[in-house]
Every structure is written in C-alpha cells, then in structure tokens.
T-cell receptor, first 115, second 115 residues
Framework: NAGVTQTPKFQVLKTGQSMTLQCAQD?????MSWYRQDPGMGLRLIHY???????DQGEVPNGYNVSRSTTEDFPLRLLSAAPSQTSVYFC??????????????FGEGSWLTVV | AQSVTQLDSHVSVSEGTPVLLRCNYS??????LFWYVQHPNKGLQLLLK??????LVKGINGFEAEFKKSETSFHLTKPSAHMSDAAEYFC?????????????FGKGTSLLVTP
C-alpha cells in the first residue's frame, strides 16, 4: 500500500516552461486535492476533485490546470511557469471530506523552483 | 468561514518537559479539527483528529488534544518531549462545501527541543 505518491520530488523550471506534477493514490479515495505551501502562509488549496471527471477551483487556482480521468490519478499542470509559482506542492486524498471527519492523507511533497 | 489561529510561532522546551502548542478556532458549526506534524523537508503526518466524538483526542507518539467549545480551543499537548518531536506543527480545520472542503491551516508552530 503506497498511499499517496507524488512525482517529481524536486524540479527546476525556467520561466514560461510547462510541466505536470503527478499524484497517484491506491486507496480508492474519491476526494483528491492539491495544495501549495509557502513560508509563513501554511498550505493553500489550488484545485480539488470529488471524483473522476469532477474538478473545481480552490483558493489559488490561477496558472494551474487539473483533470481527473481516473480515481487513482490527479495531475497538476503548470501552463506557463512563473517565479511566483516557486513553492512546495502537496497532493492529498481521502475517502471523504475533512469536513465530514475523514482522514486526509498527504503525499511527501514536490519542491518546485522557477527561475 | 472556518479558520484557526496558532498562538505561538515558536515554542522551545527541554527534553523531558511537557509540550503545549496552542490553537484557537473559528467556525460557524461543529468543526472537524486536525493536528499535523511536518519534519524538515518532509511531508505532513496526521497526529490526531477531532470529529465531534470524545473531546479528549489521543494521537500518535503520545500527543493528545482537548476540544473546548466554550473556549474555541484545540490545544496540543504531550507530557514529555523527545528530541525527535522537533518539527513544525499545524492546527487545521476543515471548510465546508463553500470552500471546496479546503483544509484551513494555521501558520504553524515550530517546536524546538533542547537537550
């Protein structure tokens, strides 16, 4: 049981480049989400999905795209990287929402630097 | 809207002494509350969660937290600190559907444990 797997762990991008952060979970969870962590700001929600084919925006969605074609995978795409997107990105999944008391499982994070 | 405030950005304790990390919450309904720990350059690990069952919640590694509705608090405690407890701790409340069930993180408390 691998839990939530994120790749890559580290990435350096040039401004304007695009890339995809991968997230996969093997727990058959319906709810998946992406957060970014910036110093002194905690984690902020980028996008989330409540099931395959269903996605929606979180607090800071600009510059990012997501799709959910399968239950297992929830990739995050940076369309045209900007230095402001330098951050640590965390993928999370759960059987239901934290609002309902479900445990949220996080991946180990992806450190992204945009130069 | 739901939010949490961690009252101390840094806490320093000696090994073997009690730990107290303070968190106040704001919520218009009975909240789901969590404490997560993050070791340097690592992902987020769930310590414990409160979901309107017992008000005293026991977690991993000897941590526990007490939900006090009258004080809107959810402080994290441990009777005796270990060196391995040095990390960043986050108090978290789950949002409702209006926020995409986003987890609202506090800004974190950095725990330093000295020999």
């Amino acid at each position: 049981n691998a839990g939530v797997t994120q790749t890559p762990k580290f990435q350096v991008l040039k401004t304007g480049q695009s890339m995809t952060l991968q997230c996969a979970q093997d727990m058959n969870h319906e709810y998946m989400s992406w957060y970014r962590q910036d110093p002194g700001m905690g984690l902020r929600l980028i996008h989330y999905s409540v099931g395959a084919g269903i996605t929606d925006q979180g607090e800071v969605p600009n510059g990012y795209n997501v799709s959910r074609s399968t239950t297992e995978d929830f990739p995050l795409r940076l369309l045209s990287a900007a230095p402001s997107q330098t951050s640590v990105y965390f993928c999370a999944s759960s059987g239901g929402t934290g609002f309902s008391g479900n445990t949220i499982y996080f991946g180990e994070g992806s450190w992204l630097t945009v130069v | 809207a739901q939010s949490v405030t961690q009252l101390d950005s840094h806490v320093s304790v000696s090994e073997g002494t009690p730990v107290l990390l303070r968190c106040n919450y704001s919520s218009s309904y009975s909240p789901s509350l969590f404490w997560y720990v993050q070791h340097p350059n690592k992902g987020l690990q769930l310590l414990l969660k409160y979901t309107s069952a017992a008000t005293l919640v026991k977690g991993i590694n000897g941590f526990e937290a007490e939900f006090k509705k009258s004080e809107t608090s959810f402080h994290l405690t441990k009777p005796s600190a270990h060196m391995s407890d040095a990390a960043e701790y986050f108090c978290v409340v789950s949002g409702d559907s209006n926020s995409g069930y986003a987890l609202n993180f506090g800004k974190g408390t950095s725990l330093l444990v000295t020999p």
